[in-house]
């Protein structure tokens, strides 16, 4: 892998943005930024432009179209919640070599009841079955069972279907406890979903290092975000799948716009532009005042879309963390508070310490977009290049996925 030189480009490092510099790229790292002369190296001229780490989603189901999909979007890592070990033992080998994919962690299956969240809508997958816990002292081989699969941290779904306009079979509280125990035993994070106060209550009640939602039953109080910043657990409020369930999506926006539509195939547009609507529109609102509310407690807010496959609404992978971006700015962050909820917070949180900042050493997960998100966040999508571990994908020929 030759020597790059990205000239004259200004720097959002994952925390601010410098004057324009040369930065060097060589053997998949970041070298010198801002150093001399690099003269046997292919320059990209970087006038005009902003070099970004590449984006982290937090939340998705990932499989290989998905991770395909995700890189033409500057997504250069997807965090899975929750997906079939058939799928993600032999994807992530794959990853390990594959120029054109996102890189990937996962839970593998997340622990939930035999007919609970999200069996109601994974009746196309083709799933084998989940295993599970009905008992706390069983926590412990569900929990050595996912890390055989090559698990990073654990997922656990606390859901009664309330929010999903349905009714299901939820985790008993005292599971919930024994299973986070149990990632803790084996030093993994152990990560909950939670659509509701109560659910977060019982997340919370229970030690869970993250949520991989936000509830949106009810308004926040003093209360309930102070005990959360206290708690030091980070949120992924996910609010592209919350606007969805809200029925306030704007996905289809992102399907029209010019930078999203060739990169995605009629089905995905189509996914996109949809909304799953469970809920009344005025409830999104308590969502972004959430968020707003961490924000200022000084509670981690990571960036994730919840994007998974077909039939999952109001999503697609890559596209949808742009979306995600801008719902953060609504909220309230800054465009640079917005981007290190997708750079350096999520990089630091997950323990990548090579990812999620431009850095000597770090590793060349970079974007080159025209023009500066820190002022205008609809920048992010004007994606000039892309490079995973210092390769630079070919934007040109990209085909719809
Ligand atoms: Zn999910």
Known sequence: MGKQVLADVRVFDGSRLTEPVDVVVEGGVIGSIGGGQAHDAEVVDGAGATLLPGL?????HADEAALRQALTFGVTIEFDLASMPDTMIPL???VATAADLADVRSSSF??????????????????????????PGEAQAFVDGRIAEGADYIKVLIEDGHTLGTSLPALAPDLVDAVVRAGHERGKMVLAHALTVAATEIALDAGADGLTHLFVDQPHTPQLIERIADSGMFVIPTLSTLASITGRSDGADLAADARVRP??????LDNLSRSWAFQQPEQFRYALDTVAALHAAGVDVLAGTDASHLGAYGMAHGASLHGELRLLVLAGFTPAAALNAATSVPAARFGLADRGRIRPGARADLILVDGDPTANIGATLSLRAVWRGGVRLDLAAVTPA
């Open 110 to 135: 997340g622990l939930t009841t035999p007919h609970g969240h999200p069996h109601q809508l994974r009746g196309g997958q083709n799933d084998p079955d989940w295993p599970t816990v009905t008992e």
């Open 56 to 60: 982290i989603d937090a939340h998705t």
């Open 263 to 268: 990169k995605l195939s009629p089905e995905w």
């Open 92 to 94: 992530r080998a794959e």
